[in-house]
T-cell receptor, first 113, second 113 residues
Framework: GENVEQHPSTLSVQEGDSAVIKCTYS??????FPWYKQELGKRPQLIID?????GEKKDQRIAVTLNKTAKHFSLHITETQPVDSAVYLC????????????FGKGTTLSVSS | EPEVTQTPSHQVTQMGQEVILRCVPI?????FYWYRQILGQKVEFLVS????????KSEIFDDQFSVERPDGSNFTLKIRSTKLEDSAMYFC???????????FGPGTRLLVL
């Protein structure tokens, strides 16, 4: 089964700076990597995902990169704003045929103005 | 935009009691999931359900847990005899297909006393 490690556990940046969160996975057959944003007491909400047939995907200020050789994928947030403050969760499929998502422990991002 | 809904939002129960958590997945979705998140910890997969049967389950999902789709819209998680350590936020999720975006409900916060 899959194991997902996420770093850092906390990240504090100034408004306008960039933030990068990295996750590593163990199963080389994994092919789908979503990122969720979770505000305090709320549901995880998908912000971006990437599949193993591409190396990078962008959506406005958010981008995700995937390195299949090294088995890691990263979330990049540019021009951070206080509204970006939340817990960010990465995930990977439990196994190649599976339906379950295995989540990292989360990164608490704090953006100060 | 369609959303996954869950009831109740909060549930307090005594140890040893049975609880049923209810979810209404997005209407055209085929895959349903339950996850839990103990306070301050990561989101953990419990079970996935497709075509009226369990697709996958984790080690957490022992004989005390069961899932059911009693009608065309509801998806339930039953805990037969609750333990203190079952206290957590329980999230239901659904997806249109395997490896597609899993949309999470708002969660049910379960407190076992």
């Amino acid at each position: 089964g899959e194991n997902v490690e996420q770093h850092p556990s906390t990240l504090s940046v100034q408004e306008g700076d960039s933030a990068v969160i990295k996750c590593t996975y163990s199963d080389s057959a994994s092919n789908y990597f979503p990122w969720y944003k979770q505000e305090l007491g709320k549901r995880p909400q998908l912000i971006i995902d990437i599949r193993s047939n591409v190396g990078e995907k962008k959506d406005q200020r958010i981008a995700v990169t995937l390195n299949k050789t090294a088995k890691h994928f990263s979330l990049h947030i540019t021009e951070t704003q206080p509204v970006d403050s939340a817990v960010y969760l990465c995930a990977a499929p439990h196994n190649q045929a599976g339906t379950a998502l295995i989540f990292g422990k989360g990164t608490t991002l704090s953006v100060s103005s | 935009e369609p959303e996954v809904t869950q009831t109740p939002s909060h549930q307090v129960t005594q140890m040893g009691q049975e609880v049923i958590l209810r979810c209404v997945p997005i209407s055209n979705h085929l895959y349903f999931y339950w996850y839990r998140q103990i306070l301050g910890q990561k989101v953990e997969f419990l079970v996935s359900f497709y075509n009226n049967e369990i697709s996958e389950k984790s080690e957490i999902f022992d004989d005390q847990f069961s899932v059911e789709r009693p009608d065309g819209s509801n998806f339930t998680l039953k805990i037969r005899s609750t333990k203190l350590e079952d206290s957590a936020m329980y999230f239901c999720a659904s997806s249109a297909e395997i490896r597609e975006t899993q949309y999470f409900g708002p969660g049910t916060r379960l407190l076992v006393l």
